[in-house]
């Protein structure tokens, strides 16, 4: 009876089950093809025609989102084959539930009329997260095709920035008025027959749309039904502002365990609502894109782009890459002389580059997440950074001294081992500053500390790890 | 009348303020030491006391968990002055609140019995978060304080894995009969006169127990008060077992846009639920796990840890880094004597393995992503190597074309260029090679192919990228 958690497996076989119906459904019409039989034989087309109907009636029972993960989980082409086997009027909501990768993907398989006809079975605020993928024309006539309240609200929303709360919230509110009784607000919502999800709660206005506060459905149920709504409602309930920054909003929802929010403007008039589901999504993409960003990778990919569409998000982190790598090599280069007459230094020198780097993306990882958590703030830099100058030196000591020992025992050159434990503990130490400089900058210049930050300390402790350990070896060895 | 958004505002200023207030106790205290003046001094004693008045004010009229945000934006002396003018009955949910890392710190500065009288305060569910940091005496005797059915209930959800749907689910549930009608079902809840937070639903059972179905709220209140519960509710719900994956059901949350959802065991029987605020929870901290992981930080680290504490955290990872690091370097020392008679190879080889880890960790991320939401498996794993070496032979040809230009201007030496160009471009078929099988080999051993790929792939990068270079060198150049 109960739909348990197999359902995870089950979302497993039914990508399983489609993928065996597709590719019995291709064999049918290679073999049709191949063999040139009539397509009319009948054998055949009965098979042919089983086999359609199975998949789509597999794919009609599934909840939109488990065909969307269906459709991600596709190579191309097969995507595609299932896209058009999909029924139009769900195309809408499939739309929303795939990565804005694989959306795009979709939406180029489709004409005109047939977005036009997906976006017409949507809501305004969910039309707003699709619009920015649709083409110029499509959006324009959907705009003509809403009355003048929804184009409003479809437009404002278009207005704000994909990471404020404007853009995330949406309009189904439920209002009550503060003066009548709990009584005839029960009578008001049956007459309403059906909620918007998540609705936990009533928004309370006057005559002006302004917020007098919220009634929660669980107040509503347990309170006596002659009671009036302003003596059960709340008052202290958070709000947001359309132009609020959406991550500030979603903290609060963690913070204060909130389940929807009203949205108000400047004159404390209701204007729309924010949900946890859509907050947990906005989580979700923030934490997969920070995932992203680390590894240069400049926006979701889809897992199945062509090769050319990877090289277009990927070339531009290369290419820095290329510049610093660049930029340590001539640094070496400096030094050619050096090597060429203690050519162990070439090959103890990544040794000290690559324990800076990974250091210095510890201490950077750390401030990077209490910059963004609000934990560190100007004042407690300077403690930080003699934390981290703290740990760097002991390890620089400590780590530093084990591989000068093994400097010693490769070369049997006691100068070498001392040479090498301190540009260790130097390009540590380097490593930390920058660690801790380098966030902080950032969020001084009001740039996100997250996106950038770990290319420019790996550039600093290569090619100051270079620096440090071959000036070091000229002037004490050479 | 609305607490807007402007709250977060408000933390950042009530941080500010606690800091000042601190400051300002500080400096009385210590003028009160200093100049060795009588305690007693009236003056001294009544701003003393003023400012500790206000101190306490403002910590009391703070949420719980704006208490823990500041708390974990203290240096440790002063977050412990904090916690110690915290009221003693908050203690237990503010504990709830902080990190891991900093519960630590404030539960060091407990004794047993501050403890117990903290923990006391809170439900089963919320314990069983807190046990695990609990000294063992007081976990005992807090066990014995507790009525057998909670005793029942805190040892199994210690006995989940942290990861485990058990450990999250709380027992806060609301449970009615399915034969009774809507106005019974709503006389009962005014009895209760109180619902636990986020009731979205209540769960319909049987006499054993057992699990026939959801109610959620706002069908209870849009239906005629005359319909029978079984009429309405319905049993088309997710529902999960305590030993599912929290991260699967943390997935089914925001697939199916759930607030709350039920637990049941294998009998049916409903054993307690999942709220999405815990979900919430859970998610973030995967994220961050991800992203500390990444940087190799073993765990999470109070920002204001003490340096020996975040050398523990640390260690293994630059230990790690070590050895691979040596690995690399050992590589190099087999073609020293190619350096010695070459010399810009030492300068160039740094390059070929720069750019072969970043490579390989773009495709890395991508595979490990598409396993974690399950797009790829192993059907698609050819289609997806074979898509990543194209994307590095593109690569390798373009900027490897690019740095033997660069070589050759440099070191006016053809063979030296060409020898770059191609040495880059296997390195990145290598890393592409290995950025698809490591997180595939990973996950079929059964290990999170999340941990310890990054380093994994760095280090074939950097030593094969020195031997592919140097051994190309050493056969063409010398």
């Known amino acids: 009876m109960v739909k348990s958690q197999e359902s995870k497996e089950s979302l497993q076989d039914s990508l399983q089950q489609v993928i065996r119906l597709l590719n019995k459904h291709k064999l049918v019409e290679g073999l049709v093809h191949k063999q040139d039989m009539p397509k009319h034989d009948l ?8 086999n359609l109907a199975e998949l789509h009636k597999k794919l009609d029972a599934l909840h939109p989102a488990d065909v969307a993960y269906i459709l991600e989980a596709l190579p ?13 009027e769900r195309d809408g909501e499939i739309l929303l539930e795939v990565s804005d990768a694989v959306r795009q993907t979709l939406i180029a398989d489709m004409d005109s009329d047939e977005l036009l006809a997906a976006a ?6 969910e039309l707003a997260d699709l619009a920015p993928d649709l083409p110029k024309d499509v959006l324009q006539d959907l705009l003509d095709s809403l009355d003048s309240r929804n184009r409003e609200r479809l437009q404002s929303a278009l207005a704000y920035p994909e990471d404020a709360v404007g853009a995330l919230m949406d309009f189904d509110i439920v209002t009550i008025r503060e003066d009548v009784s709990l009584e005839v607000a029960l009578r008001y919502l049956r007459r309403l027959a059906n909620l918007p999800d998540h609705t936990d709660k009533l928004f309370v206005v006057d005559r002006d749309d302004i917020l007098r506060g919220v009634l929660p459905l669980k107040r509503l149920v347990v309170n006596d039904p002659d009671l009036i709504v302003s003596e059960i409602m709340t008052d202290d309930t958070v709000a947001f502002h359309p132009e609020d920054k959406a991550d500030e909003a ?5 913070r204060y365990d909130l389940v929807t929010a009203p949205v108000v403007d400047e004159n404390n008039r209701l204007v729309g609502r924010l949900t946890v589901d859509t907050v947990m999504d906005f989580i979700r993409e923030e934490a997969e894109s920070d995932i992203l960003s680390l590894a240069g990778l400049r926006e979701e990919e889809d897992l199945f782009a062509s090769v050319w569409k990877s090289m277009q998000n990927r070339w531009a982190w290369l290419a820095i890459n290329l510049v610093t790598a660049f930029v340590a090599s001539r640094v070496i280069g400096l030094f050619e002389g050096s090597i060429e007459k203690i050519v162990a230094l070439a090959a103890l020198m990544p040794i000290v580059a690559g324990i800076g780097g990974n250091s210095g993306n510890q201490t950077l990882t750390m401030i990077v997440r209490g910059l963004a958590l609000r934990q560190a703030a100007s004042y407690s830099m300077k403690s930080l950074l003699l934390k981290e100058l703290g740990v760097s030196l002991l390890n620089g000591l400590g780590w530093g001294g084990v591989l000068g020992l093994a400097a010693y025992f490769l070369y049997h050159n006691v100068a070498l081992g001392v040479v090498m434990t301190a540009a260790m503990t130097l ?6 500053t920058m660690g801790v400089l380098i966030p902080f900058m950032m969020t001084r210049f009001g740039r996100d500390p997250a996106v950038g930050s770990s290319v420019l300390i790996t550039a600093v402790t290569d090619s100051g790890g270079f620096f440090i350990f071959l000036g070091l070896a000229t002037i004490f060895l050479i």
């Open 120 to 125: 017409e079975q949507l809501d305004t605020d």
């Open 427 to 432: 390009n540590l130490l380097l490593a930390a």
């Open 250 to 254: 979603a903290k609060a929802f963690e």
């Open 76 to 88: 191309l082409e097969q995507r595609l084959d299932v896209w058009d086997m999909v029924k139009a």
């Open 43 to 50: 054998v055949e087309s009965l098979v042919h025609k089983q």
